[in-house]
């Protein structure tokens, strides 16, 4: 209870002591009981208040093997990844060609600027009934409103890392005469790989959504028409299961970017989250 | 102070600083004349376009002084205003407190960081059919949906900044015997306010992300319902005039949290 955050009293030679996520004797019984105390509270409440539908912890342990094998399951997973890959793909390199170009070059940054920076606060969900005008109701649009979705933070965040790369690296580059492309690829894009790959993080989980919003309208195959079909034909559990597959990609995203920070930014000292 | 940064991105490292008066002018002038090109070619390409794909600037503009003057527009907007104000109000009166517990005691923390790391990395609208379901249509799933898509910045934010706090602070006010009460009141809340305006930044972000999809797949009302009726009717002006009030609204907001980030950056002080 009166635990203080616990802090690397080790680490503290010069460096600030704003330490993050206190590293605890790993309590594994204290995990292992709220999550039990979570599923049977979820339990209890379902049973006692909520219709016999609704999904449970067990009923939903109790059919994820038959989910996770049946065809529509599977052909639902791949509907949905395959086409956020592609589109991440088309983001993040369009995002990062993009952002670079605008924090080295004023005029683009000028001119670019307010529509990145407004089409990124724009929902990208209520641009959808109007993809699917362009698209009709089809796959194309749902690629279309990931991409969408995810270009803009990707560009944002990697204009941020351009922007903040070190005066100096730019001026011992250009003292080598390095070209603008050496001096883009070479030297502003590995400065700012953080920024790369948090924009990527922030991309990954808007893509996601994009993809489940763009099926529930759309009503084309993947996680989202899944989770929609079962839900509306009572069967909350199956659906369940198609949510937490949607939860393991997004958890799986947010380690890739984690793991790939510490990888290949070892001098970035990352937050937690 | 660089810590106004537009994106959840890592914290961004100091900028040269650059002369900034004299620059504002010509990036004023520079921003007009970007404005003004882009309504020229969205006008140029709304001539050429099919107008169900494409309808020309000066028609959206025209289409929305009618949903202004109808009051359709008003009325979605206020619609809207209520869903999204409910559920970023309750969002934020859960998630600091929340916060704030988990980052001070310690078997939440332990028990609770990895559901909150997942329950943030999973994309919400899955959810919705269930809240469907089980709510039915009305007002309350839909401030449930802006509430579970705000909630977790905010407990997140708050989380990190209150177990950021530097253990010297919380060493002198322990040797002043400082109890956990006063802790909270002078070291603990002050210190994690700057981060909960971060999270506050965040969760408006994604409170209007789900106010719209909450419109869309619930009973539908609002903007929301505006843009998808008129789609449905292929309306095309009316759907460019709202997604552009959507817009205009975003970058509104967006500017409204990095005000309030900004009034209390200064407070971070250096860390």
């Known amino acids: ?273 | 102070m660089t810590t106004t940064t537009p994106t959840l991105g890592p914290a961004p490292a100091p900028a040269a600083a650059r002369p900034v008066r004299r620059r504002r002018s010509s990036a004023l002038l520079t921003y007009g004349a970007s404005l003004l090109a882009g309504a020229a070619i969205w006008e140029l390409a709304g001539h050429l376009i099919d107008p169900v794909f494409l309808v020309p600037f000066t028609d959206t503009v025209r289409r929305l002084g009618e949903l202004v003057a109808s009051g359709e527009l008003p009325t979605a907007l206020l619609a809207s205003a209520q869903v999204f104000g409910a559920g970023l109000i309750i969002a934020v009166l859960v998630g600091l407190p929340a916060g704030l517990l988990l980052a001070r005691v310690r078997f939440l923390r332990v028990g609770l960081e990895d559901w909150i790391t997942g329950l943030y990395a999973m994309p919400m609208v899955a959810l919705i059919p269930f809240i469907l379901a089980i709510f039915g249509f009305g007002f309350t799933p839909k401030v449930i949906v802006v509430f579970l898509f705000a909630v977790f910045p905010v407990i997140i934010t708050v989380y990190e900044g209150a177990s950021s706090i530097p253990a010297r602070h919380i060493e002198v006010a322990r040797s002043f015997r400082a109890r956990e009460r006063h802790l909270w009141r002078d070291v603990v809340i002050p210190y994690t306010i700057p981060f909960a305006m971060t999270g506050i930044r965040l969760a408006i972000a994604r409170a209007l992300v789900g106010m719209i999809a909450a419109e869309f797949f619930l009973a539908v009302s609002g903007l929301g319902e505006l843009i998808l009726i008129t789609s449905r009717r292929f309306d095309t002006a009316a759907v460019f005039a709202t997604i552009l009030v959507v817009c205009i609204l975003g970058v509104l907001l967006l500017a409204l949290g990095h005000a309030l980030e900004r009034r209390f950056a200064a407070w971070r002080g250096p860390s």
Request: net charge positive; charged share 15%.
């Open chain 1, 1 to 273: 209870m009166t635990a203080a955050p616990a802090t690397h009293v080790g680490s503290a030679a010069g460096r600030p002591a704003r330490t993050r996520r206190p590293r605890l004797p790993y309590p594994v019984w204290v995990k292992g009981s709220t999550a039990l105390v979570i599923f049977a509270l979820w339990e209890l409440f379902t049973h006692v208040f909520a219709p016999h539908y609704v999904a449970r912890p067990t009923r939903v342990a109790a059919v994820i093997p038959e989910v996770v094998t049946s065809s529509e399951f599977l052909a639902a997973l791949s509907g949905t990844v395959v086409p956020i890959v592609q589109g991440m793909v088309v983001a993040v390199v369009l995002g990062t060609v993009v952002g670079l170009a605008m924090g080295q070059v004023r005029w683009i940054d000028r001119s670019l600027k307010i529509y990145v920076y407004g089409l990124f606060a724009l929902p990208m969900v209520a641009v959808l009934p109007l993809v699917t005008m362009w698209f009709g109701y089809t796959e194309g649009a749902r690629l279309a409103i990931i991409v969408f979705a995810a270009f803009f933070p990707m560009a944002l965040s990697m204009y941020d890392g351009s922007r903040s790369v070190s005066r100096d690296y730019l001026e011992v580059a250009s003292s080598f005469r390095a070209g603008r492309l050496a001096v883009w690829f070479g030297v502003v894009l590995p400065a700012s790989l953080p920024y790369v790959l948090a924009g990527f993080r922030l991309a990954a989980g808007r893509a996601l959504i994009a993809a489940v919003v763009a099926e529930y309208l759309i009503g084309i195959e993947g996680l989202g028409f899944y989770i929609l079909l079962n839900a509306r034909s009572f069967r909350h559990n199956e659906a369940f299961v198609a949510v937490l597959a949607l939860a393991l990609f997004g958890i799986l995203t947010l380690f890739l970017a984690r793991w790939a920070t510490r990888r290949w930014c070892p001098w970035y000292r990352q937050g937690a989250g």
